[in-house]
């Protein structure tokens, strides 16, 4: 997709006039795509800023092929721009493990959190939490020991000077979820393990404090009177205060089924009530869509109104137990999402990479897609000093690759934007999508401008079919063409188009 010269400018004009006095601004917001190429399995999924303004991502880096877990090596990547990029691995012995959660000191050190998978089989895991300096060495190293085997760790929260540790355990054959805090010496100060909720397997999801900071309101996917995902409060000694269901709204003659599905998470909004944002599971005439959603809660759990953003036939899916999404002011909340999610460990298709704002009534500044050039899948995003913000991904392209993802940063401003757009960047800025494609003999374009002009050139440079376009997805009818090669130009206006190569086939 290849756009005209002028565009860059022209939209950065225009998206500055709409949201000037909403949106955060900076003077100067560095925008890149970045792109760490290895030719092992790389996973990343938990990044930070630190006091020296540089973005700092964990993870692992797999030295065996990607189904071999005894191969995984805890992995750091720390840039400030393009150029200035560091990346480190950290052999312990012959134990593997993945670094998930890195947060840093007032010393300016870092503790950095891991999942250990045990010799000789890799099937038993442990967590410990190992101290950096600055430089980003080992300094020391801390196992934590509560007493069970085969311990996860799905999420890490750092609440002023303590550590909550969420996560399910087997003690003896009896599985458990857990509770633990640690005070920043990392020393064990409340730990709470039980059955229930955790009945059957799952994992915890987000947690935050109440506003009077005197409870831990977590979300999670245990079963519990039932299966869905739950509301579970406890209180900063980690005694369980409540278990409620999260909520569903089922409109039987309408045959509509609406429920949070997944990939929630929380952030305190207004008063005693926070914003959700999740994987909405939507059933409509018994056919299921999953969308992003957006709404707002309190302990009662009420049913809202929820904000839907995402087409029917695509699924937008970010990760487990990680930000997707954030806010500086509630009128101005940032988000991050994947369109097109395939389920399979190494797509054969394409993928977008969302980043999306909204005002306090969740109506949209911004949507724009990022990607179509390879298979992204977001992870997390975080708002950054410089008033922009940077999203997390994976990065898997059919054509290149092995079996083996990259990591990938899209760091853009405040308008959610690449402001520095050159010819083969990779990752580009979508503004609309062709699929399928090759074709057959219809194909759709989703447009996410308010209204564009379609005009379909043979290799010969012959116009052989026009099209007038409007936001949404719009159907194409290409049957009289002949088979063979063409190019799809999309017109916005008289300054910016983009062209795609599409293929007709029999």
């Known amino acids: 997709m290849i756009p005209n010269t002028k565009r860059t400018k022209i939209r950065l004009i225009l998206a500055i006039l709409l949201v000037i006095g909403k949106l955060t601004?900076?003077?100067?917001q560095e925008t890149f795509?970045?792109?760490?190429?290895?030719?092992?399995?790389?996973?990343?999924q938990c990044m930070i800023e630190n006091i020296d303004h540089e973005i700092i991502a964990v993870g692992c880096e797999n030295i065996k092929p990607y189904y071999d877990i005894s191969g995984c090596l805890g992995k750091i990547w720390k840039f400030k721009n393009t150029t200035d990029t560091f990346t480190r691995t950290y052999a312990f012995h012959d134990t593997a493990c993945f670094f998930s959660n890195i947060f840093q000191l007032g010393n300016g050190n870092y503790h950095v959190f891991c999942t250990m998978y045990e010799p000789p089989e890799f099937n038993k895991f442990s967590l410990s939490i190992v101290e950096l300096n600055e430089q980003l060495e080992i300094?020391?190293?801390?196992?934590?020991?509560?007493?069970?085997?085969?311990?996860?760790?799905?999420?890490?929260?750092a609440f002023s000077d303590e550590y909550f540790i969420f996560g399910t355990g087997y003690w003896g054959d009896t599985l458990k979820s857990y509770v633990v805090k640690l005070d920043k010496s990392l020393n064990i100060t409340a730990f709470r393990s039980a059955t229930d909720p955790a009945a059957g397997d799952g994992y915890y999801m987000d947690c935050i404090l109440s506003p009077d900071s005197s409870q831990l309101w977590t979300v999670a996917n245990f079963p519990h009177d039932g299966e869905g995902c739950h509301f579970i409060t406890y209180d900063t000694s980690l005694n369980l205060v409540n278990v409620k269901p999260l909520p569903d709204f089922m409109n039987l003659n309408a045959g509509i089924h609406e429920r949070y599905?997944?990939?929630?998470?929380?952030?305190?909004?207004?008063?005693?009530?926070f914003l959700i944002g999740s994987i909405m599971r939507k059933m409509e005439n018994w056919e299921s869509n999953t969308k992003i959603g957006f709404s707002v809660l309190d302990t009662s759990m009420q049913w809202p109104q929820v904000q839907y953003f995402g087409s029917d036939d695509t699924s937008y899916y970010t990760t487990y137990s990680r930000p997707t999404f954030d806010f500086r002011t509630t009128d101005s909340i940032f988000f991050t999402g994947t369109k097109n999610q395939i389920s399979y460990f190494f797509p054969q298709k394409p993928s977008w990479i969302l980043?999306?704002?909204?005002?306090?009534?969740?109506?949209?500044?911004?949507?724009?897609y990022y990607g179509g050039d390879a298979y992204y899948h977001a992870h997390s995003m975080l708002l950054t000093s410089d008033g922009g913000s940077i999203i997390l991904a994976d990065r898997y392209d059919k054509d290149t690759q092995g079996y083996e993802y990259d990591i990938f940063f899209l760091k853009l401003n405040n308008q959610g934007l690449i402001t520095?757009?050159?010819?083969?960047?990779?990752?580009?800025?979508?503004?609309?999508i062709v699929s399928p494609n090759p074709f057959r003999n219809s194909f759709q374009v989703e447009l996410f401008n308010e209204k564009a002009t379609l005009t379909l050139i043979d290799l010969s440079g012959r116009e052989v079919q026009k099209e007038i376009l409007s936001k949404g997805v719009n159907k194409v009818n290409a049957s009289k063409l002949n088979t063979g090669i063409y190019v799809a130009k999309v017109e916005l206006n008289q300054e910016e188009f983009y062209t795609e190569k599409i293929i007709k086939i029999k």
């Open 25 to 28: 601004s900076s003077i100067a």
């Open 33 to 44: 795509q970045l792109l760490f190429q290895n030719p092992h399995d790389e996973a990343s």
């Open 139 to 157: 300094i020391s190293q801390k196992r934590l020991e509560i007493g069970a085997t085969h311990l996860n760790s799905n999420l890490v929260k």
């Open 261 to 273: 599905s997944h990939n929630i998470t929380l952030k305190s909004y207004v008063d005693d009530k």
């Open 355 to 368: 980043s999306g704002a909204l005002d306090s009534d969740f109506q949209p500044y911004y949507i724009n």
């Open 420 to 432: 520095k757009v050159r010819k083969n960047d990779i990752c580009p800025h979508r503004p609309f």
